[in-house]
Nanobody, 131 residues
Framework: EVQLVESGGGLVQAGGSLRLSCVASTDRYNFEDYAIGWFRQAPGQERESLEAFSCITSSDGSTYYEDSVKGRFTVSRDNAKNTAYLQLKNLKPEDTAIYYC???????????????????WGQGTQVTVSS
């Protein structure tokens, strides 16, 4: 069983920054065997319908960002610490959501964005951006 724990969320003013962490405990496979996806759930959205707004592959560290966060958010991973990070800068009120990390076994060259392709999810951390 893989367990993921996110932290680092909070309340910030527009233009502010946060860094989210996602610490994984793995069993059968190593952390570096998983691609990491970041998702966010705004009020009224179903988690099952979420798509990753950012992800990082398992082996070569390639990254993906959707247009709404490109240039403001940065995803990274430290396999030695079993931890993924999401640096959020220049936050906007529309970034307000519950942020989840999730893992997908494989994804060495390509990280998927579809939520159902991710095997394990964290509990989420709330990010609130005030105007």
């Amino acid at each position: 069983e893989v367990q993921l724990v996110e932290s680092g969320g909070g309340l910030v003013q527009a233009g502010g920054s946060l860094r989210l962490s996602c610490v994984a405990s793995t069993d059968r496979y190593n952390f570096e065997d998983y691609a990491i996806g970041w998702f966010r759930q705004a009020p009224g959205q179903e988690r099952e319908s979420l798509e990753a707004f950012s992800c990082i592959t398992s082996s070569d560290g390639s990254t993906y960002y959707e247009d709404s966060v490109k240039g403001r958010f940065t995803v990274s991973r430290d396999n030695a610490k079993n931890t993924a990070y999401l640096q959020l800068k220049n936050l906007k009120p529309e970034d307000t959501a519950i942020y989840y990390c999730a893992v997908h076994l494989g994804g060495s060259k390509f990280c998927p964005t579809a939520g159902p392709l991710y095997d394990h999810w964290g509990q989420g951390t709330q990010v609130t951006v005030s105007s």
